[in-house]
């Protein structure tokens, strides 16, 4: 038996004396101390005084020797591996022996130094633990219970599913019985831990807890009603998640659960009823949903609606009391990176402007300030999902409520009528319209309220109705809203400044050209706010403007337009250094005013060119260092060169041709060459939208490095990259355009990549539709070379183009596919009726593509001869027939 370790009294006093230093809140003192307990990580036994003063130095205060284990488990993170064995002997007895302390500071320290030692792999070599544990949970001492279960609640936190795997022999079907017996402990933390235990393995569907899940569930309800919070809380948890995984077992008790989760919705611990209220939210994913809830939704509706008022906490937290604080500069850690979406180019299709695939993000985010998920954003959320599930079954219930809440004298209530009514938005939409006409001008009057969180919430309401009142006569609602709403951009409280500008981008894109009666008026409002708003603001301003540009297109290029308009950006623009991170939602802004101005944009196109193309040059150049010499250099933010590549391809289709000068003195296409090699996607992505742009825009320049281009571009048809893939073949389209016949050598490096990605399973319908475009102008160009596997992507690119607008794309498309069915007819015969589907597509074809469908068509009926034709015929149907009648079939 060896004897057991002993501190040296004199190295002892060293590290208590550190221990104590390291609570000055002096920060140079601290560095100091770092660099002290680095040193000291040099001795092996450094880690023994450490657990000692931790277990055995009672007669320290607690919070240094609860320090002393802290930093004993960030040494065992950090360098367990080369503890000498002796030490982790000691550390794993030491702690095991002490799990029980009087003191809960110092039973849960030694809790995380266990689990952090066996999330370190070494559970498989600290086998007498999990046994050990468990048998102290049996324990007559109270705090020998509560420790063991407090380490064994953090083990199954941090490593359930290695608890779960043969490696260990499967403790689990020992321990879960072993947890479940606790269930009804007389000590209300004991049962907490017990089912929160427990609860790590529900989501997993842990064969050991399925063995037992009912014995678990009847102990869930035996602790329903529980007098601990924290009980209810893990009881609530445990429901929610069951839900997911074991619905089936919860159903015959369904209707005892729903009434439960209702009152705990409604329970005085707030952290109980948003644990239930995720209830709602969970129940609204499950196909049973409408069958099990519809004979609870005139209870469960008012529940929600009373959690949609702002605690008062909430009010605190938000200075709901602050009225006007524009002045006030922003706390930069209260503002949010912003990320940049990339370009992606897509076709228009009938009856919408561009085909956006990201959902809304009207999202209710209206207080992203507080802790960010809380019971009134939870009961939002489950009101917005339940909406979408019952439609207007759930107005029956709404309705009634809404009228007393919108008028209320309080105004948290009336605040929080608002919030509910933007929350059914999407929903109930169809049921709420005969109610518009007056809720809209009421809405309307609350822009105008005397507190900032009224007026806020309700610009966000009001965004979720714009589709409805873009559809109606302008005079009637949109001229009222957009007058208001651009009052409420000049606020004097920020909040509402943001909650306005957010509101007024979404009325853009529903309004788009509606607005440009009132360009003058909006613009005088938006640039006002440049010299008005803080930082955090500022940001969502820029985005205002993009989204205006966006929406009214070349309406905005007039003189007395941009003369408004130019001047505060620029000088925004001169203000920002180079690696200023604002840059990134100016740069988008500006790309989109620059394709709106087009020609209007010239005097200002030379220094945002160039401007663009150094911060891809020096973006480039950063990273080449920082791959040579890593420990010597930081990797580059590569965000910079994707703003700059996209701002380029903007200023490239807004300015067309007249961008020829500029690219002709400088070195953007050996910068592209490299940007499209890139290891990012997102450079790359970028890289190839640029590419396309700048073929349209001045060839000549693009041509002569075409033989390095195409073989990175054959590459990067990889639909795993679905934006990447997507625009690498945009731009191969455009260069075949371009190119002509010369493109013949190059044909062979992307066809066969092309027709793979038209012909796959769940391939998103952009890339499907470009891809359809670029097959069809190879074959424009060189027919001989694509024809002859018409018949392997006939059918895919007839589908997949039927649906887009007629435009210069699907023009250059279609010739092509008529020229290929020329050389190859036979390729056609068998998916014939999907290319006469396609051809009915278009809306007016120049005179030129009609004479080829009419031949291509005539051909085909010759061919099979009248009968043949006419039973071909009968199979259409009835708007085909009608569309094609037109060319005399």
Not at 334 to 355: K, L, M, N, W, Y
């Amino acid at each position: 038996m060896e004897c057991e370790w002993k501190p040296d009294e004199q190295g002892l006093q060293q590290i208590l004396q550190l221990l104590k230093e390291s609570q000055s809140p002096d920060t140079s003192t601290q560095r100091t101390v770092q660099q002290r307990l680095e040193q000291l990580n040099q001795y092996p036994d450094f880690n023994n005084y450490l657990i000692f003063v931790l277990t055995k130095l009672k007669s320290e205060d607690e919070p240094t020797r609860s320090l002393s284990g802290l930093i004993l488990k960030n040494n065992v993170k950090a360098h367990y591996q080369n503890f000498p064995n002796g030490v982790s002997d000691f550390i794993k007895s030491e702690c095991l022996q002490n799990i029980g302390d009087s003191s809960p500071l110092i039973r849960a320290t030694v809790g995380i130094l266990i689990t952090t030692i066996a999330s370190k792999g070494e559970l498989q070599n600290w086998p007498e633990l999990l046994p050990k544990l468990c048998l102290l949970l049996d324990s007559e001492d109270y705090n020998t219970c509560e420790g063991a279960f407090g380490a064994l609640q953090k083990i199954c936190e941090d490593s359930a599913e290695i608890l779960d795997s043969d490696i260990l022999d499967r403790p689990l079907n020992f321990m879960i019985p072993k947890f479940l017996q606790f269930f009804k402990h007389n000590s209300p933390k004991i049962r907490s831990h017990a089912i929160a235990c427990v609860n790590q393995f529900i989501i997993s569907r842990t064969q050991a807890l399925m063995l037992h899940i009912d014995p678990f569930i009847e102990n869930l309800f035996a602790l329903a009603e529980d007098e601990e919070p924290e009980v209810r809380k893990n009881v609530c948890r445990a429901l929610v998640m069951l839900l997911e995984v074991r619905l089936d077992r919860l159903l015959p008790h369904m209707h005892n659960i729903i009434e439960y989760m209702l009152q705990r919705t409604q329970d005085q611990d707030e952290n109980v009823a948003l644990e239930a209220c995720e209830f709602w939210l969970t129940l609204a994913e499950q196909p049973v949903c409408k069958e099990v809830l519809c004979g609870h939704l005139s209870k469960l509706t008012p529940v929600l609606v009373n959690g949609m008022k702002y605690s008062e906490i909430d009010i605190i937290l938000l200075k709901g009391d602050i009225e006007e604080d524009e002045a006030i500069p922003d706390n930069e850690q209260d503002i949010r990176p912003r990320f940049h979406r990339s370009r992606t180019v897509a076709q228009q299709h009938e009856g919408d402007g561009i085909e956006d695939d990201e959902d809304e993000d009207d999202e209710l985010d209206d207080d992203d300030t507080i802790s960010d998920w809380n019971l009134r954003k939870c009961s939002a959320a489950a009101l917005d999902v339940l909406a979408n599930v019952f439609r207007d079954e759930l107005l029956l219930h709404i309705l009634p409520l809404l009228k007393e809440l919108l008028f209320h004298p309080d105004w948290v209530v009336k605040e929080s009528g608002i919030l509910v009514l933007g929350a059914i938005a999407e929903g109930c939409m169809q049921g709420m319209i005969p109610y518009l006409p007056e809720l809209i001008p009421h809405l309307v009057q609350c822009l105008s309220d005397k507190k900032a969180l009224v007026r806020s919430i309700t610009c966000w309401t009001l965004s979720r109705y714009a589709h409805w009142v873009v559809s109606q006569p302008p005079d009637t609602y949109l001229k009222p809203l957009m007058t208001e709403l651009l009052k409420r951009i000049l606020d004097s409280n920020k909040r509402v400044q943001e909650a306005a500008c957010s509101a007024f981008a979404t009325l853009e894109e529903e309004a788009c050209t509606e607005l440009v009666p009132y360009l003058a008026f909006i613009l005088d409002t938006l640039v006002f706010a440049f010299s008005k708003y803080q930082h955090k603001n500022l940001l969502i301003l820029y985005d205002a403007i993009g989204t205006l540009a966006d929406s009214v297109g070349h309406h905005l290029n007039k003189p007395e337009y941009i003369q408004m308009l130019m001047p505060p950006l620029i000088q925004k623009w001169n203000q920002l250094k180079d690696e200023d991170k604002d840059l990134f939602p100016l740069l988008e802004c500006l790309s989109s005013v620059a394709t709106a101005l087009q020609s209007g944009f010239l005097p200002y196109c030379e220094p945002v060119y160039q401007r663009c193309v150094n911060l891809v040059q020096k973006t480039l150049a950063q990273a080449m260092l920082y791959q040579s010499q890593p420990d010597q250099y930081e990797s580059p933010d590569k965000d910079f060169m994707i703003v700059a590549l996209d701002l380029l391809s903007g200023l490239a289709e807004g300015l067309g041709g007249t961008i020829e000068q500029l690219v002709a003195c400088s070195n953007i296409l050996t910068l592209m060459y490299q940007c499209m090699q890139d290891k990012m996607p997102e450079v790359r992505q970028s890289s190839f939208a640029l590419l396309g742009d700048l073929t349209k825009a001045c060839f000549q320049h693009v041509k002569p490095c075409i033989a390095d281009f195409m073989p990175v571009l054959g590459t990067n048809l990889n639909p795993e990259l679905i934006s990447v893939c997507n625009n690498a073949t945009w731009a191969i389209g455009e260069i075949s355009i371009q190119m002509g016949p010369e493109m013949q050598p190059y044909v062979a490096m992307v066809l066969h990549q092309l027709v793979e990605i038209i012909n796959r399973p769940n391939t998103p319908k952009t890339l499907l539709e470009n891809t359809a475009i670029t097959i069809g102008r190879l074959g424009y160009v060189c027919p001989q070379e694509v024809a002859p596997m018409l018949q392997q992507f006939i059918r895919p690119w007839c589908s997949s183009l039927r649906n887009i607008r007629d435009n210069e794309e699907k023009d250059s498309a279609f010739r092509g596919i008529c020229t290929m069915i020329t050389v190859n007819p036979g390729g056609v015969v068998q998916d014939f009726i999907f290319f006469c589907d396609a051809v009915a597509s278009w809306v007016n074809p120049k005179d030129d593509l009609r004479e080829m469908f009419y031949k291509i068509l005539h051909g085909f009926k010759n061919q099979v001869g009248d009968d043949n034709w006419r039973r071909f015929a009968d199979q259409f149907p009835v708007p085909l027939k009608e569309r094609l009648a037109f060319y005399g079939v």
